[in-house]
């Protein structure tokens, strides 16, 4: 999918013959944060017509998730579960984990209003079962509705804030992984809110430009729905809620060049064209280069082994979140990873339920260090060094490198095994366009993009540099409904 | 420095009620790039009024830079040096040491006119002795005129392309390090050719936005001096060459938030407000996240020493460019690093001219391994597995685990030192404007913007997001120059 067929410049109002169509608030992407604007913003009182390129809200990448959403600071969720947490605490947590750069106010007041989040999102008809999945997993298999996704409870973050699970999964039966899981009830409950309250969905309908009046206020946009052009007036506001850039190569190249050429955890709808139509309006935007980053490996097999890089060393505590030693290894690592495992622990990991294949097989075994090295064609006696120090600490059911807990450590024994998870990586792009925590778009002068808003991947939100599973479908949601309430509000 | 008082969008021209001054091309910012196009621009038959912020172009981070100008392909230089290389070969260095992301049209225009840019250099009176510096420096001490400076000899650059020496810096007598140096007689020689063509310089006047047609063709600036509101027409032209944003916190925080609060290399001038100007009109960025980056420690004693991250493990062959590996402790390793040598290599260790003071004591010593250990507070045993591995290969003369080069392996031996280098690494930013070879400013619909060309830091220019000293003069000059040919052939 390429941005540069049509052009991404601004068409001015006196260029726009007649307008096809109107409402107060036109939103551009019809998936978790359009849903969510174009939910809050018909409660506010505003016509709504929600644009979406695909043929339903089920293409869109939220749709195809396993729904986690980051929420928590005492949710009726958690305290059924029996985790105490607080704003303070989890706003701790975001700013450690999220960055470096993390954005202080956006976060505030995500921590702030969490728990009403997550209220609205019940009101929706957002379904929760009030158990808890304790495993160290990518996702719930089951239908509990709490689990841990960004490493609270492990080294560094348990240390710098109060660990509590908060990872809202949307109740879903017969989970099919990659398909329909938690996402599909999240979406299905936001679009079901925002249509019974009168908003209106047109698909199959690309968005191709911003129209701008003389004063450079954002007053609609160019669309195309198959051969046909279409010019759409906002009265009060545009949002964008279009998704990420990762399925844009010549972005990535600029942006993250690490992500160019991998599989892209999205919809091949993220292809940036919204975050350059703001840009070509004087929209800055940040941590660009930034990513989430995931890999096809149990987290329940990675903390009972050693990850190691091509020189055989470990590099972070493998009972961390995942997403956080995937991240590692492709921008740190060079991509360059293995799971060093013993018997004894790669019996004892178990087979993950929906996703067996996230077990994975053993690449070599060898009954000693000294051959499974040459086996991996790595440095003689860099396996022997790791494992060596390893030991020596482990035996006091310690390990001072990294600090992983107590519960995983103990002495690697022969027989040993590897798994190769060298350039295995895929994720999405974090980085984006420069938002207010009302969701305004900013201008690279700092002040508000008139009648321009923005939620979800096509900013840059909760997750800066850093990731947590849930903070994309949480900050979606959460400035998804607040740029609706402000387009709504929006003079007209 | 903020970016906040005055507004960076453009003004238009019908708000411009009269010029206080005009030429065919106006450049902003007089140091190597801008000098560079006001040289060229004047030969082409254009007057050129330069608009400087400071007083003088002594004042520029050039001047005040050691000078070194990224130049090969087999310039007269190299040649009287002994050494023999070719536009192919320096292309695919810098196609592999500038990446991720390199840009392989303005790579390969830089490479195949590199000789040409050599010759004209010394055609505008930069001087050069023929003489070759051999020890791993940063900075080569005496007058002598090449070097290498990005680890062209060492691993895994050796194995990509014909190592050749590249650097070549003008030749300065009583060298003042970080004051006069080199910098200084390039940018003496490119100001004289600039005004001796008839470039007219304005000093202390800041220019504030860009003043643009109603087509959005760029026409002129609007700048101060002093509490004087200037307006400069531009018939043909305007050029951006205001160097980094390393001194603009806001954006370091939006963009490479490892380099937030460290000190930067370059001057306070450095504060991306013109980068911002050209995006304000939809100019694209990128490799935003880039950044040069070194810290105070000799070459000659890293190549000698381990360079070891906090978990005491090495990361990268102590022998490349050491510009490369505080680039890794800044971002790959949280800017922890101690450079670990023993007895022998210490003082085996030259005391660097000029600089001595890059020749670091030792922060702790030790008859052992495991007592160094102690006094550094590293896990017990760390140094001794990372020593004892090294030692093992060190013994055939090799290293396998990172391929420094023989000439510096050897087993180490008690008594050992440590010269802590955490939190020590300073840099500038690389990220900037998306131009063409033409040094056009790319909108970001991928057209160039009219009437608007740029060159040096505040561009992404030869380094994506890797870099050699000599690159960033190298193609500030080399692009500055193309950017006053361009600006001067533009229809006026």
Redesign the interface.
Known sequence: MST?DR???PLSVRDVRSWDAEADVVVVGYGTAGAAAAAEAVVRGASVLALERTGSWQGAAGSLSGGLIYMGGGTALQKACGFEDTPEEMFKFLMAAM???ADEAKTDVYCRESVDHFDWLVACGVPFKATFWEEPAWEIPGDDGLMYSGGENAYPFDQIARPAPRAHVPRMENKRYGRKGGGFKLLEALAATAESGGASIRYDTVVDRLVVESDGRVCGVAAHQYGTELYVRARRGVILATGSFVYNESLL???A??M?GRPGSAVEAHDGRAM?MA????A??????ACEVAFGVDPGLLARGLLVNA?G??FMNEDTYAGRLAHAVL??QANQAFLLVDQAGYDDAPVPDRMPFLKRPITWAAPSLAELEVDMEL????LE??V??YN??AADQRD???HKAARWVRPLEPPFGAIDLRNETLGFTLGGL?TTPRAEVL?????PIPGLYAAGRVT?GIP??GYASGTSLGDGTFFGRRAGRSAAAAGS
Chains 1, 2 share one sequence.
């Open positions: 540069s052009p991404v410049a960055g470096p750069g190249a600029d942006h060049p690490w160019a350059l840009q070509a309006l004087g800055g935007v940040k941590h660009t280069d020189q060393q470990r921008v740190h440095t003689g006696g860099c060094a790791t060596g120090l020596r600490h001072p490198l990294f420069t201008h690279v002068d700092r002040v840059s800066a540099w």
